[in-house]
C-alpha cells in the first residue's frame, strides 16, 4: 500500500489525467466524479452502442453506455480483480462476453496490471463495450450465451472501429449525443442519493 501523501498526488494526477481524456474525446463525457479516502469513483458516458439482450432472438444494439468506475488505492501495488473496477449502469441489459450474465453489470478488464492508471481503464473499456477487445470464453462467471454470439458472428466486430479518441467513421450515426450526458447525469445523481440514505 503506498503511503497517504502519495496516494493523494495519485488521485489528483489520475482525475487531471482522465479531465484531460474526456476533452480530447468526442464520445466521452464525465457525468461525476468522487474522491473518497481510499478511492476515486467516477461515472462515465460513452456516445456508443453496446451490444444488448435478444429481443426475439435478435441481438440489437443499444446505448449511450454509462459505466460506474472504481479506483481504490490497492490498485496502486496490488493488481485489482478484473471485474471490480467498472460496472455497465446504463443499459441494463447489456449482452456481453466480459459481462457476468446474473446481471451484475461488472465488466471484466481481462488482467489489469497494478499501477493501472484511470485512463487506461478508460480505454479498455471502451475497447470491451465496442468489442474491439474481448474474451469470449466460456468460463469464470461470462456470459455464455454472449460469448458463443460473438464467436459465431465475429465478423461483425469490433462494433465501430475507430479508437476512443477519434472521431467516429462518416456516416455513423450518433443518435446518443444529446442524451449521454443526461442518462450520465441522472445515474450518478441517483447513486449520491442512495449513498447519502445509506
Not at 479531465?19 to 456516445?47: G, W
Amino acid at each position: 500500500m503506498i503511503d497517504d501523501r502519495l496516494w493523494n498526488r495519485k488521485r489528483i494526477a489520475m482525475v487531471e489525467e482522465l479531465e484531460k481524456l474526456a476533452e480530447e474525446s468526442p464520445i466521452l463525457e464525465i457525468a461525476s466524479i468522487e474522491h473518497r479516502v481510499d478511492e476515486v469513483r467516477a461515472v462515465l458516458a460513452l456516445e456508443i452502442p453496446t451490444m444488448v439482450t435478444p429481443m426475439n432472438s435478435e441481438v440489437r444494439l443499444d446505448g449511450p453506455v454509462v459505466v460506474g468506475i472504481r479506483f481504490t488505492q490497492r490498485f496502486c501495488t496490488v493488481p485489482p480483480l478484473p471485474w471490480e473496477i467498472v460496472t455497465v449502469l446504463h443499459p441494463l441489459d447489456v449482452y456481453h462476453p466480459n459481462i457476468d450474465s446474473r446481471g451484475s453489470g461488472a465488466l471484466c478488464l481481462g488482467s489489469p496490471p497494478a499501477g493501472i492508471s484511470l485512463a487506461e481503464i478508460v480505454h479498455l473499456t471502451y475497447a470491451a463495450l465496442t468489442l474491439a477487445s474481448f474474451s469470449p470464453q466460456e468460463w469464470r462467471g461470462l456470459h455464455a450465451a454472449a460469448s458463443r454470439f460473438t464467436r459465431e458472428h465475429a465478423e461483425q466486430f469490433p462494433i465501430i472501429e475507430t479508437g476512443l479518441l477519434e472521431s467516429p467513421p462518416e456516416g455513423f450515426h450518433r443518435p446518443f449525443a444529446p442524451v449521454a450526458a443526461e442518462v450520465a447525469a441522472r445515474i450518478a445523481a441517483r447513486i449520491a442519493r442512495m449513498e447519502e440514505a445509506s
